[in-house]
């Protein structure tokens, strides 16, 4: 009956029963790698407020049903998402990870397209993994809502690039006509200092990609692949449609276990990222701060254009941005005019641009006032 429904936040007593879940889940031959034991225990941090123990006594997937009882399916179906994150890490993924995977997520009630996609990881079918990124119910459709957001009409897939539509090019150049403190002033100053090129243009992302962009500013992440791994997990728990955990899933195929060579368009495999010092504790970070905005934000299918002249503290305070952890800060999570978020190679790319344009290269600097 719904009055039987639990929706307080878990207590540390329940919080033991679920990590004890996700180790049982999770956790291969040997026990959980280092990663995978970082991860669970800043998830869990992050999220709940409770430490967690992860030498636990496994649990059986109907034991651990029955703890979860009271739960409804949006909680027990992110405990799953947890799992496959936690399992994603894995190179090699062990086929007896995904069956209890799939056993844990039957006895909660739960399906979700991605442990079809840890299968594919285990089987060693990379190929067939990313067809399934891509027909990811969440990704694959072009219906006009989202066209219209993207402000263009001429994509064959969701991730399709726009190179040659000066109507588009021209939207994003006004961007910079805005005045300072906007949230479209932020992002016309984030590609320039940057060297990205706008959509519309040959050597642009595809739009649909760049609507992350706006993300990054918003959220105050910079553009380094550490920094991708956090804007991605805080798109992917800001949104309340659990499907989004798609995105967080193939931002880690990508740049942590290499099992995606390409995505989203334009991104290449580039392994290890998640491995680095204190990676597990940001992304859980950029969870925590996603799951805090206020209400569901899709961001990838919001028409930014419709807020860019708005002041960007004012819409941070609307959407709920908290402010990130300061242990997140500490090890390393920047904004994009901080130190460490921005590339040697972006730097060099606004440098080549200003060039070609024939105008004046502004370097790019470490500002207080932004983050």
């Known amino acids: 009956m719904a009055e039987d429904i639990l929706l307080t936040p878990p207590d540390a007593s329940e919080v033991a029963v679920l990590a004890r879940g996700v180790v049982s889940a999770v ?48 909680f027990r179906t992110r405990i799953v998402q947890v799992m ?35 299968e594919r990881f285990a089987d060693g079918a990379l190929e067939l993994a990313n067809v399934d990124f891509v027909r990811n119910g969440y990704l694959g459709s072009l219906d006009p809502e989202r066209l219209a957001a993207l402000h263009t009409s001429e ?13 588009l090019a021209a939207r994003w150049a006004s961007l910079g006509e805005l ?46 692949l550490e920094n991708e791994l956090e ?18 899933a193939m931002v880690v195929a990508l740049f942590e276990t290499g099992y995606l060579a390409a995505g989203a368009g334009l991104f290449e495999a580039n392994a290890g990222h998640l491995s680095t010092s204190g ?10 701060r996603g799951a805090l905005t206020n209400g569901s934000h899709d961001f990838l299918d919001l028409d930014w254009f419709a807020l860019a002249d708005r002041p960007l503290a004012v819409i941070r305070d609307e959407i709920g941005i908290v402010a990130k952890d300061a242990a997140a800060v ?17 730097l060099d790319a606004a440098r080549t641009a200003a060039d070609a344009e024939g105008r004046e290269y502004r370097p790019w600097r470490p500002d207080p006032a932004r983050s």
């Open 27 to 74: 956790a291969g031959d040997d026990g959980l790698t280092p990663l995978q034991d970082l991860l669970v225990r800043a998830m869990f941090h992050s999220m709940t407020g409770h430490d967690v123990d992860t030498a636990v006594v496994p649990i059986t997937p109907d034991a651990f049903a029955a703890a979860l009882a009271r739960r409804n399916e949006i």
């Open 84 to 118: 496959l994150l936690a399992a994603f890490v894995l190179r090699p993924l062990p086929p007896a990870v995904v069956d209890r995977l799939r056993a844990f997520a039957a006895a909660l009630g739960v399906r979700d397209e991605m442990i079809d996609v840890a």
């Open 155 to 167: 994509l064959e897939t969701s991730w399709g690039q726009v190179v040659d539509d000066p109507a």
């Open 179 to 224: 005045p300072v403190g906007t949230l479209g002033r932020g992002v016309a100053d984030f590609y320039a200092d940057r060297g990205f090129v706008h959509p519309g243009r040959p050597g642009s992302a595809p739009p649909l990609l760049a609507q992350h962009d706006w993300v990054h500013v918003l959220a105050g992440y910079g553009t380094a």
């Open 231 to 248: 804007v991605f997990a805080f798109m992917a728990r800001a949104n309340d449609d659990p499907r989004a955990f798609s995105l967080l």
């Open 279 to 288: 990676m597990a504790t940001r992304v859980a970070d950029a969870m925590r």
């Open 330 to 346: 500490r090890l390393g999570s920047a904004g994009p005019w901080q130190e460490g978020g921005i590339t040697a190679y972006q």
